[in-house]
């Protein structure tokens, strides 16, 4: 059985544990989940930003977050996150003594997104005016520092939030929440491959599928032995 036929299978067994109208609701969860935006944070050290944002990418839409831990850790609060991490991918780059930042951006660039760095001087293009003609990762730096000077330098394109009062920036869920709002309502409104494929669909589904379910992995299991 290849893997593609394994998926629909596995997912029409779990799906009769599971309400049709969540089921319903899963489909229309992904007819709207995009992987053609993504976001990437840069060495985020307090909990609840780092959760605020995540919180945003989900209901917003997005299903991969690019985490980069060189010099801070990683952590999440499960009070602002509500859950919302689950249904996403989190793809983090954590090795020692190396340049995450640099790895991250080749993995996307390996993808062909265009790498845009937020930046609060006004060098950058305003966010509404962002190109979205191709794929495009959207890198949130350090909440004290912004983003680092490799991050800068190696950007295909600053981009800044206008503002016309006194304080400098946003808080950085705030910015990310403005950004992706922008940058996605433009994008479902463009005659552009923002969808995931069918095949994208179906592995989500079933991933979807066995977080709601109790007890999917020994569920899994004994499916499996039973069409062998």
Not at 112 to 128: E, M, S, W
Not at 167 to 192: G, K, P, W, Y
Request: net charge positive; with cysteine.
């Amino acid at each position: 059985m290849d893997a593609a036929n394994q998926t629909l299978r596995l997912t029409a067994y779990f799906s009769q544990f599971i309400t049709e109208h969540k089921r319903a609701f899963m489909d229309r969860v992904l007819d709207n989940r995009t992987r053609y935006v993504t976001i990437v944070l840069e060495d985020i050290y307090q909990s609840q930003n780092a959760s605020a944002v995540i919180r945003t990418c989900e209901c917003l839409g997005l299903q991969d977050i690019h985490i980069i831990e060189t010099r801070s850790s990683w952590s999440t609060n499960k009070q602002v996150l509500k859950g919302s991490n689950k249904w996403l991918d989190l793809k983090r780059y954590k090795e020692k003594d190396t340049n995450n930042t640099a790895v991250c951006f080749e993995n996307l660039r390996a993808q062909g997104y265009r790498i845009a760095v937020t930046d609060p001087t006004p060098d950058g293009v305003p966010v509404h005016d962002v190109p979205l003609d191709r794929p495009l990762a959207l890198v949130m730096g350090n909440e004290k520092h912004g983003s680092s000077t490799y991050a800068l330098e190696h950007a295909d394109l600053k981009v800044n939030i206008p503002m016309v009062g006194f304080t400098e920036s946003f808080n950085i869920s705030v910015s990310a929440a403005i950004c992706l709002n922008s940058m996605l309502h433009r994008l479902r409104q463009a005659d552009l491959p923002w969808q995931l494929t069918a095949g994208q669909k179906d592995q989500l589904r079933l991933n979807w599928y066995k977080k709601v379910v109790r007890r999917a992995e020994l569920l899994e299991r004994e499916f499996m032995r039973s069409i062998e």
